[in-house]
Structure formats: C-alpha cells, structure tokens
C-alpha cells in the first residue's frame, strides 16, 4: 500500500523504515525536499542527521508534503505537535480528502520549561483539533504514547503491552490495527471516537515522570485485567 | 497503627475495611457522626448506605474530621475532589502537622456533564494544592488511579499491575509502600516529589474511556518493561 509520513524526526523515521520494511511503499513528505537532503545536523538525540538516514534507505522515497498526501493512501502525521496544524494548513485540507491519517503527534509546549504542558488538554485534543481541520479525513490516534522504537517494536518494552485508539471511521481504525498488528501490538484497545485523544494525549505526563524514573524510553502500558 | 479515614463514599470504606483487616486502629471522619449514621441512602452506586455498612464493621471507629485527624498518624483522604480543599480548611491545617496524608482524591469536575475534566491540570493538581495547604503535613498521591476495590485487592485486576505514588517526603513513601504491599502490590514505582500528581490525576481519563470500552472497573495500569 501507499504510505505517506508527514515528517523527518526519528518517529517519522521509525514509522517509515518499519513500514518499508514490511513492504509498503513510502514516500515521507518535507517543506523542501533539497534542503532536507543537504541538512547535515545530528537529530534532536544526537543521531545521524536525515540525509545520512534517507541514503541508508533508498527504498524511501522523499518529496514535498503536497506531494506526499497527494499519491498515497495512508497518511502518518509525525510532526512536531506545535507545528501540526500550520502545516497541515499549508498544505491544503482538501487535498487529504477521502485518506486516513494516523496521528502520532502530541501538544507538547516546551516554551515553559520542563516537564512539558499540554496545550490542548480536558476538553479539547491536538487529535479532535486535526479531525476538524481535515474534515473529509479520517483521523485515527495511535502511538503516541510510546517511543520511537517502542512503536514498530514493542518487544522493546515488553510483549503484553497494551496499545490503544480511537478515531470517527470504523474503516480507518480497521486499517490502523492491521498496520498495529503488522508492527507487533497484539493488545489493542479501540477507545471509540476522536475525543478520546484527549486521553491518549493525556497519557504524556505519565509517560514522562516515568521515563525519568526508569532512565529508560524501553516501556509501555498495559491494561491489566483479568 | 492509628489510621485516619476522611470521607464515608465507597473509597473509603475500601481502604478503612483493608486497614482494620490488617490489623490497624481505624477511625473514619464525617463532618457529622450522627448525622452520617442516621442516613439510610444508598450509596453513590446504588449499594447499602454507609449506615449500614458501619454496622458489619463494628470495630471501625466513627468520629468527626477534627477527632479523627489528632488521633492518627496516618490519614487517607478518601474525599470527594471538589470537596477536599474545602474540608482539609475546616478542620485547620495546623492540625495536620507531622502527619503522613494519602491521598486517593481526584479533581474531577463534573458540571459540564461526562465525561468529567480536571479542575487542577497541566501545571497544578489537586495533590499538590493538599501539600500546599498543609505544609507541615507529608503527602503522599497514590491510588487515585484505579476503582475501590482494586485499591485494596489488585488481584482483582491482575496480579501484574502497577501502583505508582509521588510526595516529598521519603519516610511518608517508605510508610505508603509498605500499605500498598500490605495491600497486594507489589510493582510499585516512585515518580518523585509531590508534582508528579499531575501524571497521575492525568490518568483520570484515560481510566475513564477503558472502562467504558471494558465495561468493567476491574482493571488497572502495568508499566510493562524489559
């Protein structure tokens, strides 16, 4: 199937070389593609930089967002959350018409410090902000409670992890836990409607304290019951 | 021990019940004795009303909040969120001095309809608001983050969950975590200082839209890692 991501940071990254891998055809959309390329800079860890990554995989296609959304089917949004909804924008509501969009993105603001604070949050979600934005797509929330790696390898943190969703479209969401399933998530819980991205979104805070606890991004969440 | 119990609802007769099962000296608080033990309501869930429930536990002691609060060394705040601040004030911060206070609250705000938001959010919670309130008392936040029953039984869960607590002070968590394995749990992760409250009152929703997708309370969070 045809596989867009929107982003070059390591979840993009994650998101596209497992997609590839399990043999879809990917294509990961930038602002510009030739300033992409000639970004020599580490990542936000101190990995390799983009264009070290994208020639390490010459399979992975890479074009300009519009492009992007334009030619494939399956769009995951890998964003920086404070950037999501001007690119989105920029791009153009309509041309995401008719596709599923897998949102992995999370409100983070970092402009107070750390911890970061959630800038939608209770009633409102950066997912629902999404949906209403692009209103002929599917928006589908998943992932974003994990890390990269985490995501397309969840033996990393442990087997029996739970991973959740929720989205409008009960064909999206099927969609989205096959690719789950194709991924290694066997537990997964579909939460209902969009509005339960403001839970998923939530789940930030948590994933954090723990994190620092831990010293390690190698967990997950799993629903314990009987 | 000298354990302390504020609040009468269905949390609070979990814990009060497992702490006197335990072996402790329990006393449970109400703004009016007589008049709690002469209402013959049903509880919150439609089960028997507190009257009665008093009755199968002869050795519970029932006092007021003032009484309750200088006679214990430990005090479980089983209160309503919205009503915590309130109370906490009446009976006199400076009563609470020295004295480890556990606190199971949650700032749901339920006057918009479900589901419920958080009052406290973000950058604040309602535990923090508590430590600030009474100053000389130790904090600690743990168990607001699954159903009554399951506080004091995990098993009813699944052996494999995870209760997390935070607070400032380090002998009120050493005391907290030895309750909570008296209680059965046994994967017990310390997220810090008392801000932490903020990740764990955050989990509110995310409880809240599994167990409508379950259709169950028996449940609870496992940090699943390698």
Redesign the interface.
Known sequence: MRMGILGTGVVGQAIAGKLSELGHEVTIGTRDAARTLADTKSNQYGGPPFSQWIQQHPIIKLGTFTETVLSVEIIFNCLRGDAVLSTLTSIGPEKFAGKAVVDISNPLDFS?GMPP??FF???NSLGEEIQKLLPQAHVVKTLNIVNAEVMVNPA???K??TM?L?GNDPQAKARSVELLKAFGWHDI????DIT?A???E??L??W???W???G?G?????????
């Open positions: 107070h604070t959630l949050v209770n009633d990393k943190a442990g029996e992890a959740f929720c819980l579909d939460l209902g339960a403001r839970s998923l939530m789940l805070p948590i954090l304290r723990t620092m606890t831990l390690s190698y967990f997950a969440f799993k629903i314990v019951r009987p």
